[in-house]
């Protein structure tokens, strides 16, 4: 099976990479180079925007599309972000189409439900996509969500897969991951929202699954067992430190200004409500079950941290 | 407060293994620090008398009760006599309004004590798994019906009959008796409610007029009556007048238990 995977180069696409180039014929497309890949895998330096890049496609004879070139940059301007990753994912869309490629499996988030106070326990695949209500940054994700399932019903010749996993937790540099690496780690005093995360491995096993012919359409990802909040940072042995809710974000969105950190104000939502889902249509679809427990996750996470430190 | 309510409580821990908490957050553990005060007004402050804890259904079922009494106290004891007196002890869940989970503190508290934010998906993913959930279906048209209707059964809301449709759960009808005299509302002040964005200011023989004393709940004995439990069979999309029918059948069951229940008490307070 010759897949090509868009973004290769970021940390999730690497980790990709080194994970199934063994099994699959894999063919690499990023602007930026990844000069010690695995020798077997193909790269082209390209953006993905750019002409240049349909000949990939073209002459590509590609069974499968993972698309993982989206920017997660808050501090990049909304602009660049948008352009980047709407304009690109159109594109890679369109090449699909020409090129008579089966299968295109896009990685959106469970973030696009977004933390809300009304939110039930687990939220279902058509649940309304509300993330962008308060936290603008996600609308650009939540665009591409919707893209995806709008070309999903105009080209059913094309197996679409929609994957919105959990709050993804390894070496990847995302708000949880980061979060829960700091020494000592802000929580919001009195809240303690039950939380869900992925090792990042079982995210790439999704992905996976997600390549099985007939498999299609949108699905929630979900990894360990639901624990609270306070759970998952007593398990980073990292110090606690309560701010009063109604403090955090002003004091938040003003060190956001002054970039002294990377966290945008409004994702302290997530420390304060529940943003959980269901994942049991991917699971009866396709027979994933996530390989990494809570324990492992959280050492595996512990291992990034200390990579990071050296 | 005895052992027993301990051991209890271990018994539910037991169950979740070794994970803190369940999905909801429901941890066991929490309801220690609070249960000699649970005990001790369920034991020797409304002294609740609990009938019809005999043969329950095990897995998932729903309770269905009547609300009285301004406060949700009947709730609270509803839950106390499943967990002091249950065979086996049972972690009763209860659903919270919706602002709930914006609370500091308090949604942490409700959630560890496994009371639930009141969405029919919470219901039916608490029913899958096997849970007991307590609903009333008067809500506040219920709890802060002032004494003059008290023990009179008020609309009922459908939303538990399709659930239990849906799910296929057996329904309990619950009926107190006792707790429309805690606190007996001559007037509900509904204009100062508004101002004050409460669902009801009632006003008592002693509150406001004994000030924070005529806050205390008057030393009532609770009756508790849990019925045999129903099954219904249908649709659960079926329209509004069918479900109604299946939904007086538990009314009135509610209802026939509550008269019984009134006729045979002596005295409201012993």
């Known amino acids: 099976m010759r897949i090509a995977v868009t973004g290769m180069t970021g940390r999730f696409g690497r980790l990709l990479a080194q994970a199934l180039h063994r099994k699959y014929a894999l063919v690499g497309i990023d602007r930026r180079a990844w ?123 094309v197996e679409t897969v929609i994957l919105r996993p959990v709050h993804i937790l390894g070496a990847v540099k995302n708000a949880p991951s980061n979060y829960l690496r700091l020494e000592k780690i802000p929580r919001l005093a009195g809240f303690d929202p039950m939380i869900q995360v992925v090792h990042e491995l079982d995210v790439v096993r999704a992905i996976e699954a997600a390549l099985l012919p007939g498999v299609r359409g949108v699905f929630n990802v979900a990894g360990c067992e639901p624990v609270p909040l306070s759970d998952l940072i007593r398990r980073t042995g990292a110090e606690i430190i309560d701010f009063p809710h109604f403090l955090a974000e002003p004091v938040l969105e003003q060190l956001w200004r002054m970039r002294l950190t990377s966290f945008p104000a409004p994702e302290v939502d997530h420390l304060r409500y529940v943003c959980m889902v269901d994942d049991a249509p991917f699971r009866e679809r396709t027979g994933y079950v996530p390989a990494h427990d809570l324990d492992r996750t959280m050492a595996h996470l512990a291992l990034s941290r200390l990579a990071e430190l050296r | 407060m005895p052992d027993s309510v301990i051991d209890r409580i271990d018994r539910l821990k037991a169950e979740l293994g070794d994970r803190p908490t369940d999905d909801f957050g429901f941890d066991p553990e929490s309801i220690k620090p609070i249960a000699p005060a649970l005990h001790w007004l369920y034991r020797h402050y409304f002294r609740v ?3 019809g804890l005999q043969g329950l259904p095990a897995g998932r079922v729903l309770f269905v009760s009547n609300h009285s009494g301004q406060i949700p106290l009947d709730g609270m004891m509803i839950g106390c006599a499943l967990l002091f007196e249950g065979h086996p002890p049972r972690a009763v869940r209860s659903m919270v309004e919706r602002w709930v989970p914006t609370l500091p503190f308090v949604s942490t508290f409700f959630a560890r004590l496994g009371q639930v934010l009141g969405t029919p998906e919470n219901c039916r993913t608490l029913l899958e798994q096997g849970h007991p959930i307590l609903v009333f279906p008067e809500g506040v048209r219920g709890i802060n019906k002032t004494y003059d209707k008290a023990y009179e059964l008020q609309a009922f809301g459908h939303g538990f009959m399709r659930l239990a449709l849906e799910t296929r759960t057996p329904i309990v009808p619950v009926a107190v008796v006792g707790a429309e005299e805690q606190y007996p509302a001559l007037w509900n002040a509904r204009p100062l409610a508004r101002a004050l964005g409460l669902p009801a200011a009632p006003v008592t023989p002693l509150f406001p007029l004994l000030g924070p004393l005529g806050l205390l709940p008057l030393p009532v004995k609770y009756r508790i009556r849990f019925g045999e439990p129903l099954w219904f069979d249908g649709d659960p999309h079926d329209d509004e007048a069918r479900l109604g029918d299946k939904v007086s059948v538990v009314r009135d069951a509610i209802d026939a238990m509550l008269q019984e229940g009134l006729e045979n008490r002596e005295h409201v307070f012993w």
């Open chain 1, 35 to 157: 000069t010690t890949r695995p020798v077997d895998v193909e790269m082209h330096q390209v953006d993905i925007r750019r002409q240049r890049c349909e000949d990939v496609f073209r002459g590509g004879g590609f069974d499968a599309v993972v698309h993982l070139n989206v920017m997660h940059d808050p501090r990049a301007s909304s602009e660049e972000h948008h352009t980047f990753n709407i304009r690109g994912t159109t594109r890679v869309m369109d090449y699909c189409v020409r090129h008579r490629i089966p299968k295109l499996v896009l990685l959106s988030s469970a973030n696009v439900y977004g933390p809300r106070p009304e939110n039930p326990q687990f939220l279902t695949e058509d649940a309304p996509l509300m993330g962008g209500t308060r936290f603008s940054e996600i609308r650009d994700l939540i665009a591409l969500d919707m893209c995806g399932q709008s070309f999903f019903w105009k080209h059913p010749d």
């Open chain 2, 49 to 51: 008398e609990a009938t």
